[in-house]
């Protein structure tokens, strides 16, 4: 199927479940004790949201295409604050925090405002350290040699005082990760 440009699509992952397990509420979704749990027809007992209670998204995932465009492109990389989960498994999320998909998180409004292309390959609960190991499969899930990023944008680094890393840990990741951005969408480009 060819997809129609600058037009937004929403496609859909369904399962089924028993009724019991089914609860009313905002960003309703389970969360089971693992993946196996959860791809298991028979397994019960997954958490559902329900009223003002917010769980994560369990899958949120993009489709990569090309595109021919004068505009410019961004490539992101953050946590979950960016991705748009804000929060971690088990976490009951206040009404003003919840869960949303990525191309309703802050850098996806903030690109489509300013008529910007952007990649964004936050991913939910990761340190600066994380994205510091450069040969991690967060840096290969999607082509980003092929993305003629314009330039790109590093948010890193809340799960990493949040959690007591050192100042001087938090530099030297940031270092490698800026050294990786600069190999990935070249050296001259502004980080």
Known sequence: MQFDPAREYVLGWGFTSS????????????????????????????VAGAGSTYRATPI????????????KAFLWLDDSISEGATGVVSTSYPTTCRPCSIQDSYPALWARASGFLLQNIAQSNLYARDWAVTSADR???????????????????????????????????????????????????PI
């Open 19 to 46: 009724a019991q397990q089914m609860a009313a509420g905002a960003n309703e979704v389970f969360q089971f004790p693992g993946w196996s749990a959860a791809t298991n027809p028979a397994t019960t007992g997954g």
């Open 60 to 71: 949120d995932f993009q489709i990569e295409y090309k595109v021919t465009s004068r505009k």
């Open 139 to 189: 840096w290969n899930r999607t082509d980003l040699a092929a993305g003629k990023f314009d330039g790109a944008f590093i948010a890193a680094g809340s799960n990493d005082y949040a959690n007591n890393r050192s100042l001087a840990q938090y530099q030297a990741d940031m270092a490698t990760i800026i050294s990786k951005i600069k190999d990935t969408i070249g050296a001259d480009k």
